[in-house]
């Protein structure tokens, strides 16, 4: 009679072979999988495991794959300055797909406002900002001008309204 060491040595390289023998009794037409199996069940396997194998690599490769032009570049932008007197609104428009972000500090001397507009390539207005009446005031605004067009604003104008004066700006997309 073998020591207990001796049968757990002997039958560690008989684990796939019970394994394989369980496997049989339980699928016995599942043994002889490949295109000259006698089973015609064991082709469908096959094409299965195949179909399946295929599904998992293509998934993997779409989904760890960046989508084409997601490395995209930064949006342009442009610089403004309007100043009548003491007062001014400078800043930088950033040109966006359906919108223009107009950030800046808006310097109000006495009480006056700032208006921005938005322009779509046929002309007709889009979308408006104002900062609504401020006095004697400096302050920093961020305000999101809609465009919602294919494309975006071709132009915004902005006007600053001071006390009696305006004065406005064209700034074209660069």
Same mark, same amino acid.
């Given at each position: ?79 403004? /300055?309007?100043?009548? =007197? !003491?007062? &001014? @609104? %400078?800043?930088? #428009? ?7 972000? *107009? ?44 465009? /919602?067009?294919?494309? =975006? !604003?071709? &132009? @915004? %104008?902005?006007? #600053? ?7 406005? *700006? ?5």
């Amino acid at each position: 009679m073998r020591s207990i060491a001796a049968k757990r040595t002997a039958t560690l390289p008989n684990r796939f072979a019970t394994a394989l023998f369980h496997f049989n009794r339980l699928m016995p037409h599942a043994t002889a999988i490949g295109p000259c199996s006698p089973h015609p069940g064991d082709r469908m396997k096959t094409h299965l495991t195949a179909t399946l194998g295929s599904i998992v690599l293509t998934a993997g490769t779409l989904l760890g794959a960046p989508a084409a032009g997601a490395q995209s570049a930064p949006y342009p932008s442009t610089a403004f /300055d309007l100043t009548i =007197g !003491a007062s &001014s @609104v %400078r800043g930088t #428009l950033t040109w966006r797909d359906r919108s223009v972000e *107009a950030a800046g500090t808006h310097r109000a001397v006495g009480c006056n406002r700032v208006w921005f507009s938005t322009y779509g390539a046929s002309g007709n207005e889009l979308g408006t900002w104002n900062s609504g009446t401020r006095c004697n005031v400096t302050y920093q605004f961020n305000a999101v001008l809609p465009a /919602d067009v294919p494309g =975006g !604003a071709a &132009s @915004v %104008r902005i006007c #600053l309204d001071a006390n009696t004066a305006d004065k406005c *700006a064209w700034y074209n997309r660069p």
